[in-house]
């Protein structure tokens, strides 16, 4: 990316990707963290990865070992970091010295009932700190937040590459809390010292931190005119304060519904993305079009260093981006029938041997998989699909669907009559076990019942593969042999003729 976005086009680009481990990794995390990403690989500058994990009771280890794990999925692990906000807490402690004794906070006992009641009175509906203690001088301590005096008049303008000039007047910005009763300095403190410290040049963020950003500008330049230096963590300690930041907040994630997307109603974790079998490279193309497209209209298929390249912070759209699991999963499909045939079965490697396989680890084959791989590959849009593919070559009994037995079997008049026709012209096939043969075979006995081939084929699949879809048929018995094949049609005439006895 040219540098002209860059804070100081001396300095090289740093951005940040600063997650809250409080959770599964959210689809909009990853596009915040891709779009981080594309503008460091584009500028050769540094992506830098901080957990924020201030928040004790909401972040657990394992949601941090979430996203490291999720992010190297994609192929983004981080240049430096993650930093732990959690281990810098006396660096805060710091800043609000040097705000408190640079005169920008002031304690408040004030509660929220306090502060209520005093809007009431004044008919004020709006909720909001009133200036209460502003001018009282109250000491810290004795369970007193520390505020921060905003200016009583002016405006704050976020200078937002994506959405232009955004003004914030003063005048309606509360004395926000800077440090809690309890000590613990505030989000907006932390991401702020943490931002300098870090020497971030662009912060690029979901756009629901757009309502903070201008008290995080205030802070920041509070910091700035109390001479606030850097203390080391990236670059020599005791520079002075940088100047502000690059803002680019990205739109926000919808559903179909045109909601914003909700952690307890929609499939937002990647986690499970990843589970099902989206293949990284897929998955990593499809964040790149939530809100953003390729100056190439119409393109929307493209790797990663394609977007690296065409990727321009201020072509992102501004308007929320539909997160369409139908659509990437058809993007996935496309990807999965582009890999060499070598690759499919790596990357299906993990449904088919291990714990997650629907079948005994021994019972597993490679040459038998790899013969139904090319056909497997056609057919399946996530790789977590493939096992139900295949599951017929390697259970020892086919697996029962009973819905499948019940429409093309048990519910189907001339089944009995098909799988007793294709029994006997098997049989005779068993020296040429061929697709071709069974194929010709299949045919006859269909028209010896007056149907066509797709309606012949049903029962018979249903009968060997326990399943109504599958690789085609033919090919499918083929590889798994007339002697487990007739077995199969067998069992099942068996078990028809059991259930017309019962
Ligand atoms: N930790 C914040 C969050 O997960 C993001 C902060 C930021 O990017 O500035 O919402
Ligand atoms: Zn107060």
Not at 292 to 320: C, K
Not at 405 to 434: C, M, N, P, S
Not at 467 to 480: A, N
């Amino acid at each position: 990316m040219s540098a002209s976005h860059s804070a100081d086009s001396r300095v090289s680009v740093r951005v940040r990707f600063a997650p809250s481990p409080t959770g599964y990794f959210h689809v909009g995390s990853a596009r915040t963290a891709l779009f981080n990403w594309l503008v460091a690989r584009q500028s050769g500058g540094t992506f830098v990865l901080r957990i924020e994990d201030t928040d004790a009771e909401r972040n657990r280890e394992e949601w941090v070992d979430g996203i490291l794990s999720a992010m190297h999925w994609l192929g983004m692990d981080p240049d430096e970091g993650p930093y732990r906000q959690s281990a810098r807490t006396a660096r805060y402690h710091e800043a609000v010295e040097a705000l408190w004794a640079g005169g920008f906070l002031y304690a408040c006992g004030c509660t929220h009932d306090e502060v209520t009641a005093r809007n009431t009175a004044a008919g004020i509906q709006t909720p909001g700190y009133d200036g209460h203690c502003r001018s009282l001088g109250l000491p810290r301590g004795e369970g007193r937040a520390l505020r921060f005096a905003t200016p009583d008049g002016g405006t704050t303008v976020v200078r937002d590459v994506i959405r232009g000039d955004v003004a914030f007047p003063c005048a309606a910005m509360d004395d926000f809390v800077a440090v809690k009763a309890t000590g613990a300095p505030l989000f907006v403190l932390a991401n702020v010292v943490d931002d300098i410290d870090m020497a971030i040049t662009h912060v690029i963020r979901g756009e629901d931190l757009l309502p903070t950003t201008p008290k995080g500008i205030l802070l920041w330049e509070a910091l700035g005119s109390c001479g606030w230096t850097t203390d080391g963590t990236a670059g020599p300690a005791g520079a002075p304060t940088p100047a502000l930041p690059v803002f680019a907040h990205l739109p926000m994630l919808v559903n179909e519904a045109r909601k914003k997307l909700s952690k307890r109603r929609d499939p937002v974790a990647v986690e499970s993305y990843r589970d099902q079998g989206y293949l990284p490279a897929a998955f990593v193309n499809y964040l790149g079009l939530l809100g953003w497209s390729p100056p190439d209209a119409g393109v929307e298929v493209f790797t990663a260093e394609q977007m690296t390249a065409w990727f321009r912070l201020e072509d992102v759209n501004h308007s929320p981006a539909f997160f369409d699991v139908a659509k990437m999963t058809h993007l996935n499909g496309a990807y999965v029938r582009d890999l060499p045939t070598e690759a499919f079965i790596e990357a299906c490697r993990p449904w088919l041997v291990g714990d997650a396989a629907p079948w005994p680890a021994e019972a597993f084959d490679e040459a038998t998989f790899a013969a139904v791989a090319p056909l497997v590959q056609e057919r399946v849009a996530v790789l977590g699909e493939v096992p139900s593919m295949v599951d017929f070559l390697f259970l020892a009994e086919p697996p029962v669907d009973e819905e499948a037995w019940a429409k093309a079997v048990a519910g189907d008049e001339g089944a009995r009559d098909i799988l007793v026709a294709a029994t006997d012209a098997y049989e005779a096939l068993r020296a040429g076990w061929t697709a071709d043969a069974l194929h010709a075979a299949t045919l006859a006995v269909g028209e010896g019942v007056g149907r066509k081939l797709g309606k012949a084929q049903a029962p018979i699949r249903v009968a060997v593969t326990g399943r109504r879809v599958g690789p085609p048929l033919f090919e499918s018995l083929e590889v798994l042999g007339p002697e487990r094949t007739l077995a199969r049609l067998g069992a099942a005439l068996a078990r028809l003729d059991g259930a017309d006895r019962a």
